[in-house]
T-cell receptor, first 114, second 117 residues
């Protein structure tokens, strides 16, 4: 049972435009969400995170939005650059005390076309 | 800060053999995690250490798998009697916690790709 879902396996965007990557979750016990970027032959790289008590977090070109009622979050990249081409993973953490494991989605491959 | 390192980067082994992987976390990080990633999937949690104590283990961590972090620094993951289904990328991550400040961001190494033939 996939508790974190990224329903779009791939996304193509023109350079300079906005990239929007979506993530849905089913477990209301998740209280912290993270986005990771992964290039081939490398480990995932932390991008940005958001606590469940917030609805938006911004860091440079990257903004994450959280809609708790819809159990949905999205990552916006503006403007998109060719170097952003990678696989993006959404991850979530349980709220249980002492629980630090992350549950990942399957990823979305972003291609930014020059 | 040299990041999380993992060795070897690639391992090819025959079914039934034992393999051991090593992870060196970011030096000041006290938490260390192991994940497994197969093709088309996101990383799946295996186990987690705080200092030398192993505090969480996934159902994915069968009896053939064992992880250690003897001095609270580097960690090893051993797989005994490997099976073809063990073929995957094994990722290590670390994070920092001190006092009441809790950090949930985990920083990953490049992974060890295991192929069982």
């Amino acid at each position: 049972d996939q508790q974190v879902k990224q329903n779009s396996p791939s996304l193509s965007v023109q350079e300079g435009r906005i990239s929007i990557l979506n993530c849905d979750y089913t477990n209301s016990m998740f209280d912290y969400f993270l986005w990771y970027k992964k290039y081939p032959a490398e480990g995932p790289t932390f991008l940005i995170s958001i606590s469940s008590i917030k609805d938006k977090n911004e860091d440079g070109r990257f903004t994450v939005f959280l809609n708790k009622s819809a159990k949905h979050l999205s990552l916006h990249i503006v403007p998109s650059q060719p170097g952003d081409s990678a696989v993006y993973f959404c991850a979530a953490k349980y709220s249980g005390a002492g629980s630090y494991q992350l549950t990942f989605g399957k990823g979305t491959k972003l291609s930014v076309i020059p | 800060d040299t990041g999380v390192s993992q060795n070897p980067r690639h391992k090819i082994t025959k079914r039934g053999q034992n393999v051991t992987f090593r992870c060196d976390p970011i030096s000041e990080h006290n938490r260390l995690y192991w994940y497994r990633q197969t093709l088309g999937q996101g990383p799946e949690f295996l186990t987690y250490f705080q200092n030398e104590a192993q505090l969480e283990k996934s159902r994915l961590l069968s009896d053939r798998f064992s992880a250690e972090r003897p001095k609270g620094s580097f960690s090893t993951l051993e797989i005994q009697r490997t099976e073809q289904g063990d073929s995957a990328m094994y990722l290590c991550a670390s994070s920092l916690n001190w006092g009441t400040a809790d950090s949930y961001e985990q920083y990953f190494g490049p992974g060890t790709r295991l192929t069982v033939t």
